[in-house]
């Protein structure tokens, strides 16, 4: 039989090239995997996209893509293959709670509707509580949303054509009579989003504030490092203490080396080299800090541990001295299981920042807060302040003008900065309700109380006091009947309560519960009256001779057994059970793993559970209540550990009742 050759050649070279392209796509794959684990977003994305060329699983690719453009702050960019990587399969469980925020900001509020109520239907227990409480309450926010847009102000919304750029520019400040803003136009690229660093600039703004009379130049060359991001400037009453935030030089994944940092005016006008500020938490992002108007209060964002979930505005006090309090969270009222950020405190004391998790327009939205009789109250700016895009740092330069920021449409660039002059809010009613009828809520509180054992059985006969924290008295007490059930009972807004359930043969409980945050928006009030009551589950422990309990989270240093922090606050729980059941005497036990000498490992352990007693014996207990005892490695819980997470179970504080 004759072969032709051509033809085999031909066939040959064909699959040569086939694999040839097959390989050059799953390598350009692979570096893109790289470049994404290593927080080089933009340089991800063009290695994505060569790897469409090859026989690349579409679901991993598509959600890569996805998540280098979300990552890198461009949502709707990300949308299609959020979409693309849904259709082929993804079992990635964030996918649909990002795509849902991707159509937000397209304005597409049907289909981040479609997608969330999915989310949540089948989030799966991986899923962390804050992400699955955001969901929810952004599902009843795109519910809302023919209400939410009703709200428009009439003002003038100019862009600063002269001062914007295809980059980036926010966080606008007046000083004197200069503009000073952050924005991309350093030499160095950040490969996170493939945009210029950040550094601070400055520009002479006209009469009418509207336009700028020059072109903008460096605020300052002491302020001014090629290799990170620098801005959201805030300065002191007197001009002469600048805050700003400065790091992100790419070098850490998820942009969590970016601290505060203060510098000073000094002679010849020039600014001091900015010093980090202690208050600064190094394994977190620390940015937009704002002063109060008197300057005794410094506002800044943080997504520190601790918080209420993602991004959480924080403050704290400065004293004559120029030193900085302890910080502390803004609470729940302000905060919430999204991102707050970019705070401003207005001549008049009132509170604006950004938010994409009280119910808005877009991803993050300008809303203001305002504090009256204890109640806080957290108001959306509506249109045209806030959009589909992204709308912060707001500022007033007098009562009915000022700067923001925006990503809309119809900018020059990224991120623009826009010039407002404020008029009259109004508000389009829905039809069954008059213009100026008042709204108002009356909150409750119920519950059950029932044996923590399974299956659960509701327990009657139990006692109920919920006490008003502020003044140590029960607002109610309550027996329970034989469901189980308690309530309901009027709560006020802004309060905190707590719920004391006891019952003969149990371990009296105390849980709190807060009403900060659970104030309902007025945008989703649709009646002149509205009743909403607050159900508490509340699980009792039978008190049962040598029952033993586990401490959760009670963790110690490396051969160390002083009592740290975290540790602290969890014994204090402990603290709480003791004084709730002043009978009641136990065992503190500590336990290790087996990864160190059996004698060592005793010795360990009896410091560490001996630590434990003395430091609840510092809050009031009496030490005859208590025993310390270290066990060691005498009582594995997981034996033959392996994996971190089993010897961690074995590493474990735990007591024991031995009498009633």
């Given at each position: 039989m004759r072969i032709n050759t051509s033809s085999v050649l031909l066939v040959a070279l064909g699959l040569a090239t086939g694999l040839s392209g097959c390989n050059s796509a799953m390598q350009a794959y692979k570096k893109g995997v790289r470049h994404y684990d290593a927080g080089e977003y933009n340089l991800a994305i063009p290695q994505f996209e060569k790897a469409r060329k090859g026989n690349i699983d579409a679901a991993k690719l598509n959600y890569y893509e996805a998540e280098a453009y979300r990552q890198s702050n461009r949502f709707a960019e990300a949308a299609p293959f959020y979409q693309k990587a849904i259709e082929a399969g993804t079992q990635e469980p964030n996918a649909r709670f990002n795509y849902a925020y991707a159509l937000k900001t397209q304005g597409n509020y049907a289909g981040a509707l479609e997608q969330l109520q999915q989310f949540v239907a089948k989030a799966p227990k991986t899923i962390g509580k804050a992400t699955l409480e955001k969901a929810k309450r952004e599902v009843e926010t795109l519910r809302a949303m023919d209400i939410l847009a009703r709200k428009k102000t009439q003002i003038n919304l100019k862009n600063m054509g002269n001062l914007n750029s295809p980059g980036a520019e926010f966080a606008p400040i007046v000083r004197g009579e200069e503009l000073i803003f952050t924005a991309s136009r350093k030499d160095k690229v950040y490969k996170n989003n493939g945009q210029q660093m950040l550094g601070l600039y400055k520009t002479k703004l006209n009469q009418k504030l509207d336009e700028t009379g020059n072109?903008?130049?460096?605020?300052?060359?002491?302020?001014?490092k090629e290799d990170v991001n620098e801005g959201t400037p805030a300065f002191s009453k007197d001009g002469k203490t600048m805050i700003l935030a400065r790091g992100n030089n790419g070098k850490r994944k998820g942009g969590l080396d970016v601290d505060l940092f203060i510098s000073r005016l000094?002679?010849?006008n020039t600014w001091s080299e900015p010093q980090r500020l202690p208050i600064s938490d190094s394994t977190a992002w620390d940015g937009s800090p704002a002063f109060s108007v008197d300057g005794k209060t410094l506002y800044f964002a943080s997504n520190r541990a601790g918080g209420q979930g993602g991004i959480d505005l924080y403050r704290t006090s400065i004293d004559a001295s120029g030193r900085f309090s302890r910080p502390v969270n803004m609470g729940r009222d302000i905060n919430t299981p999204g991102d707050e950020m970019f705070p401003y405190v207005s001549a008049d004391a009132k509170l604006y920042f950004a938010s994409d998790g009280h119910p808005g327009l877009g991803k993050l939205d300008v809303f203001v807060a305002t504090?009256?009789?204890?109640?806080?109250?957290?108001?959306?700016?509506?249109?045209?302040?806030?959009?589909?895009?992204?709308?912060?740092?707001?500022?007033?330069?007098?009562?009915e003008k000022g700067f923001l920021a925006s990503n809309r449409e119809g900018g020059k660039g990224d991120d623009d900065i826009y010039f407002f002059e404020e008029g009259t809010t109004t508000t389009e009613a829905p039809p069954t309700i008059a213009q100026n009828a008042p709204k108002t809520v009356r909150y409750f509180l119920a519950g059950t109380v029932s044996a923590n054992e399974q299956p659960v059985a509701p327990l009657d006969s139990a006692r109920v006091r919920i006490i008003d924290d502020a003044t140590g008295q029960p607002i109610a007490e309550v027996v329970t009947g034989q469901p189980g059930t308690f309530g309901k009972y009027p709560l006020q807004e802004g309060k905190d309560y707590t719920i004391l359930a006891e019952r003969k043969g149990y371990l009296t409980?105390?849980?709190?519960?807060?009403?900060q945050g659970k104030s309902i928006p007025e945008v989703f009030l649709t009646k002149p009256q509205t009743d909403t009551t607050f159900n508490v589950a509340i699980l009792l422990d039978k008190a049962t001779l040598n029952r033993t309990f586990v401490l959760e989270n009670i963790y110690y240093d490396l051969d160390k057994f002083n009592i740290r922090p975290d540790a602290a606050e969890e014994l204090d729980k402990l603290v709480t059970i003791l004084k709730d059941n002043p009978t009641l005497k136990i065992e503190l036990s500590s336990h290790t793993d087996v990864r160190?000498?059996?004698?060592?490992?005793?010795?360990?352990s009896q410091n560490r559970a001996k630590s434990a007693v003395d430091y609840i014996v510092s809050k009031g207990v009496d030490a005859d209540r208590m025993v310390a005892k270290g066990y060691g490695e005498t009582q594995l819980v997981v034996k033959n550990a392996k994996?971190?997470?089993?010897?961690?179970?074995?590493?474990?504080?735990?007591?024991?009742i031995l009498s009633l």
């Amino acid at each position: 039989m004759r072969i032709n050759t051509s033809s085999v050649l031909l066939v040959a070279l064909g699959l040569a090239t086939g694999l040839s392209g097959c390989n050059s796509a799953m390598q350009a794959y692979k570096k893109g995997v790289r470049h994404y684990d290593a927080g080089e977003y933009n340089l991800a994305i063009p290695q994505f996209e060569k790897a469409r060329k090859g026989n690349i699983d579409a679901a991993k690719l598509n959600y890569y893509e996805a998540e280098a453009y979300r990552q890198s702050n461009r949502f709707a960019e990300a949308a299609p293959f959020y979409q693309k990587a849904i259709e082929a399969g993804t079992q990635e469980p964030n996918a649909r709670f990002n795509y849902a925020y991707a159509l937000k900001t397209q304005g597409n509020y049907a289909g981040a509707l479609e997608q969330l109520q999915q989310f949540v239907a089948k989030a799966p227990k991986t899923i962390g509580k804050a992400t699955l409480e955001k969901a929810k309450r952004e599902v009843e926010t795109l519910r809302a949303m023919d209400i939410l847009a009703r709200k428009k102000t009439q003002i003038n919304l100019k862009n600063m054509g002269n001062l914007n750029s295809p980059g980036a520019e926010f966080a606008p400040i007046v000083r004197g009579e200069e503009l000073i803003f952050t924005a991309s136009r350093k030499d160095k690229v950040y490969k996170n989003n493939g945009q210029q660093m950040l550094g601070l600039y400055k520009t002479k703004l006209n009469q009418k504030l509207d336009e700028t009379g020059n072109a903008p130049e460096r605020f300052s060359a002491n302020i001014f490092k090629e290799d990170v991001n620098e801005g959201t400037p805030a300065f002191s009453k007197d001009g002469k203490t600048m805050i700003l935030a400065r790091g992100n030089n790419g070098k850490r994944k998820g942009g969590l080396d970016v601290d505060l940092f203060i510098s000073r005016l000094g002679e010849g006008n020039t600014w001091s080299e900015p010093q980090r500020l202690p208050i600064s938490d190094s394994t977190a992002w620390d940015g937009s800090p704002a002063f109060s108007v008197d300057g005794k209060t410094l506002y800044f964002a943080s997504n520190r541990a601790g918080g209420q979930g993602g991004i959480d505005l924080y403050r704290t006090s400065i004293d004559a001295s120029g030193r900085f309090s302890r910080p502390v969270n803004m609470g729940r009222d302000i905060n919430t299981p999204g991102d707050e950020m970019f705070p401003y405190v207005s001549a008049d004391a009132k509170l604006y920042f950004a938010s994409d998790g009280h119910p808005g327009l877009g991803k993050l939205d300008v809303f203001v807060a305002t504090r009256s009789g204890g109640v806080t109250r957290v108001e959306n700016m509506g249109q045209p302040i806030n959009s589909p895009a992204d709308d912060f740092g707001l500022i007033f330069t007098e009562p009915e003008k000022g700067f923001l920021a925006s990503n809309r449409e119809g900018g020059k660039g990224d991120d623009d900065i826009y010039f407002f002059e404020e008029g009259t809010t109004t508000t389009e009613a829905p039809p069954t309700i008059a213009q100026n009828a008042p709204k108002t809520v009356r909150y409750f509180l119920a519950g059950t109380v029932s044996a923590n054992e399974q299956p659960v059985a509701p327990l009657d006969s139990a006692r109920v006091r919920i006490i008003d924290d502020a003044t140590g008295q029960p607002i109610a007490e309550v027996v329970t009947g034989q469901p189980g059930t308690f309530g309901k009972y009027p709560l006020q807004e802004g309060k905190d309560y707590t719920i004391l359930a006891e019952r003969k043969g149990y371990l009296t409980r105390r849980e709190p519960f807060t009403m900060q945050g659970k104030s309902i928006p007025e945008v989703f009030l649709t009646k002149p009256q509205t009743d909403t009551t607050f159900n508490v589950a509340i699980l009792l422990d039978k008190a049962t001779l040598n029952r033993t309990f586990v401490l959760e989270n009670i963790y110690y240093d490396l051969d160390k057994f002083n009592i740290r922090p975290d540790a602290a606050e969890e014994l204090d729980k402990l603290v709480t059970i003791l004084k709730d059941n002043p009978t009641l005497k136990i065992e503190l036990s500590s336990h290790t793993d087996v990864r160190a000498p059996d004698a060592y490992n005793m010795r360990l352990s009896q410091n560490r559970a001996k630590s434990a007693v003395d430091y609840i014996v510092s809050k009031g207990v009496d030490a005859d209540r208590m025993v310390a005892k270290g066990y060691g490695e005498t009582q594995l819980v997981v034996k033959n550990a392996k994996t971190e997470e089993e010897h961690q179970r074995n590493r474990r504080t735990e007591f024991k009742i031995l009498s009633l």
